[in-house]
Structures are given as C-alpha cells and as structure tokens.
C-alpha cells in the first residue's frame, strides 16, 4: 500500500522555468510533510517542509503548497537552474500514536534542467 | 551531514555470506533509521530503533536485524545476502521535531 504517491517520475524544464511536482497522501493523520533533494552519490537532504496548519511555505526559490481538504501538497522550484537537478522526494510522518516519526516517502521525481 | 558516517561506503559480496553495515552518529540522538533506496521504490524503511536496545521493524524488514548496544551505533545485518538485496541503504537520524537527516549511504553489491 503505497500511502503518498508522487507525479511525475521525472521533469525537464529549461533554465528560468518553474518545475512542479506533486504528492498525494492517504492518512489523514500525516501532519509534517518534508521534501528531500538527493544529488547522485550523495543521501538526501532536508529542502523544505510544511504541516498542515499553513497552506503555503516558501524559502528562497523553493515552496509548498499545501492544501488539506485534497490531501495533496506540491513543491514549487521558480526560476530553476542547471544546479536543481537532482532527485526530489516528497514524504509524509505523524507525530501520534506512537509513530515514532517514521517517514513514508514517495517514489521520487528525477528533474532535469536544462541550460 | 549531521555527524552521520557509514560504513563501508561500498561492499561487493556474495549470496550467502552474512553482511553488517554501520550507522555511527556523534550527536546522541535517540531516534535512529535504516532505509533502502531501489529505483522505482523511492526510500522504504527497514527498521528504526528508538533508544538502546530498542528497535522495531518497519516496512521491509525481512531478511535483516539490527542492535543497538549504545547511542552512537546502529548495526543493519544481513544474515545470508541475496541478490534482492543489492541496493543503497542509509542510515538516518531524528534531530529535533519530525526531520531526518540522512548519512552518505552504502552501496551494497549481492552477487
């Protein structure tokens, strides 16, 4: 049962466009909603996260919308650069039940910008 | 790299022979994470420990253990390899709220 799905597999856009890339989630009970960005050989890194008290979060070029009722979230990148490419996931935890805050990531978005 | 190291970075072994990987962080924290990343399957969980000798199974956890005998190590053990085994695991830590920061991985090569 895959519990956040991710879309697309993988996006080419060019230098100075606006990539998108969206996740949608199944449990309700997810309240923190991070994006990792993992360059080749490396592990993936915390790019920016948002709970689902805030519709939008934004730092620098990079941001979340979120909206609840749709269960959905996406990561905006605005003005990309050859640099942005890289792998994105999108994951999802809860804070509850005992959880112990483990993350459910999506499949992942390989992006391309091309210069 | 929020103190993470793991090791080795990269194993080449055989189907059949036991494998332990290493997770060594520096900042004693007390939530610790093994994931294994495959193409098409994004990152999924193997299992996580949530203090010395506590540990649990997450979603893909057959065919390993794990121990946690102090803080700063958490051992991921494959008891016999198999080739579905071949993957890049790492190693994560919880470092205040819900994030995870992730090691530099272990390529892993079953043959």
């Known amino acids: 049962q895959q519990q956040v799905k991710q879309s697309p597999q993988s996006l080419i856009v060019q230098k100075g466009g606006i990539s998108i890339i969206n996740c949608a989630y199944e449990?309700?009970?997810?309240?923190?909603f991070p994006w990792y960005q993992q360059f080749p050989g490396k592990g993936p890194a915390l790019l920016i996260a948002?709970?689902?008290?805030?519709s939008e979060k934004k730092e620098g070029r990079f941001t979340i919308s979120f909206n609840k009722s749709a269960k959905q979230f996406s990561l905006h990148i605005m003005d990309s650069q050859p640099g942005d490419s890289a792998t994105y996931f999108c994951?999802?935890?809860?804070?509850?039940?005992?959880?112990?805050?483990?993350?459910?990531f999506g499949k992942g978005t390989l992006l391309t910008v091309n210069p | 790299d929020a103190g993470i190291t793991q090791s080795p970075r990269h194993k080449v072994t055989e189907t059949g022979t036991p494998v332990t990987l290493r997770c060594h962080q520096t900042?004693?924290?007390?939530?610790m994470y093994w994931y294994r990343q495959d193409p098409g399957h994004g990152l999924r969980l193997i299992h996580y420990?949530?203090?010395?000798?506590?540990?649990d199974k997450g979603e893909v956890s057959d065919g390993y253990s794990v121990s946690r005998s102090k803080t700063e190590d958490f051992l991921l053990t494959l008891e016999s390899a198999t080739s579905s085994q071949t993957s890049v695991y790492f190693c994560?830590?919880?470092?205040?709220?819900?994030?995870?920061?992730f090691g530099p991985g272990t390529r892993l090569l079953v043959l």
């Open positions: 994560a830590i919880r470092a205040g709220g819900e994030t995870q920061y």
């Open positions: 449990n309700t009970a997810f309240d923190y």
């Open positions: 948002i709970r689902p008290d805030v």
């Open positions: 994951a999802a935890s809860m804070d509850s039940g005992g959880s112990n805050y483990k993350l459910t």
């Open positions: 900042e004693n924290h007390r939530y």
């Open positions: 420990s949530y203090g010395v000798k506590d540990t």
